[in-house]
């Protein structure tokens, strides 16, 4: 469990295999959000090393809410996805 008033950095986090996906607010009100697992190819990158890609994605807005940021990534992942094809 990670303790509440650190800030949360994902990169650093990411360097444990078993978490997928990370999302913090700092103290000035924005929000991080790191998801890994993601299809290279989604990411409109070859997939021949057959490894997962990672999306990084800072919401700005002090009225966001944790919905609205995982709707961000989403976002995110699906205008890269139509940008490829």
Known sequence: MLNASAQVHPESIFRNPSIR??????????????KRGVPISILGKPDESGHDGEVYVEVASK?????????????????????QG
Do not use: G, T
């Open 21 to 34: 996906e990370v999302i913090s607010r700092a103290q000035n009100l924005r929000w991080f959000a790191a």
């Open 63 to 83: 009225e966001a809410s944790l919905v609205d940021v995982d709707y961000e990534v989403d976002k995110v992942l699906m205008s890269s996805k139509r940008l």
